[in-house]
């Protein structure tokens, strides 16, 4: 089992910066990739972006290309979404997800961190 704790989630005005957390414990040693998704009122969740555990390959939706960016430290079992130029369409729950070697779904969720962009 992993368990997924998200964080740093708030209010900010359009065109500023977030950066959330997602620290991960238990069978990290078998994350193979982890994620970001997203999800607003009255619309299903969405992909945002997601890196590899080992070599750090990046992915991202293209909403969000050239704004966002995924990180992790290895160390701290941590990955991190640093959100820049935020727009009020990018206002979300944002869930933090692991996805394991050998499995092809994000078998692990955090709770959420919700994400508040004002005009």
């Known amino acids: 089992q992993v368990q997924l704790v998200e964080s740093g989630g708030g209010l900010v005005q359009a065109g500023g910066s977030l950066r959330l957390s997602c620290a991960a414990s238990g069978r990290t040693f078998s994350i193979y990739r982890m994620g970001w998704f997203r999800q607003a009122p009255g619309k299903e969740r969405e992909f945002v972006a997601a890196i590899n555990w080992s070599g750090g390959s990046t992915y991202f939706a293209d909403s969000v290309k050239g704004r966002f960016t995924i990180s992790r430290d290895n160390a701290k079992d941590t990955v991190y979404l640093q959100m820049n130029s935020l727009k009020p369409e990018d206002a979300a729950v944002y869930y933090c997800?692991?996805?394991?070697?050998?499995?092809?779904?994000?078998?692990?969720w955090g709770q959420g961190t919700q994400v508040t962009v004002s005009p």
């Open positions: 997800a692991a996805r394991s070697t050998g499995v092809t779904i994000y078998a692990y």
